[in-house]
């Protein structure tokens, strides 16, 4: 996730394939859910609600984490989603915990197609 090797919609949209062209247009590669939002890891792992899946994944993940790390809890509401990514991954404690959430969610949004009509 963090150098951008992953599946999420903001990567792999821009290079297309036999059926479906690239999006060049970076605000055009939404969300395979909500389909509002550019499908960043951020938004996949922090912001979207649309898929009742990641969003119980999400909770229980924030439970833990807040627990683990309690002075991350007013984090999520004073920084961007790129900002509170990059605090849950500061403390080496939190690294595996991110890990198994971030791997979870990208089966989620892996179980979908962007292309789907």
Known sequence: LL???HLLGVEILRYG???NPRQDDRSKRVCRFCKTEVETPEHAL???DASP???SLRTKFLEKLFHDAPN???LINELDLVEFFKSMVYKRKTIPLVAKFA???L???DSVS???K
């Open 114 to 116: 962007h292309w789907q």
């Open 103 to 105: 791997h979870g969610v």
């Open 17 to 19: 394939d036999h059926e």
């Open 53 to 55: 899946e990641v969003t």
């Open 72 to 74: 991350l809890c007013p």
């Open 3 to 5: 150098v951008s090797s």
């Open 107 to 109: 089966e989620v949004f």
């Open 46 to 48: 922090l912001g979207c």
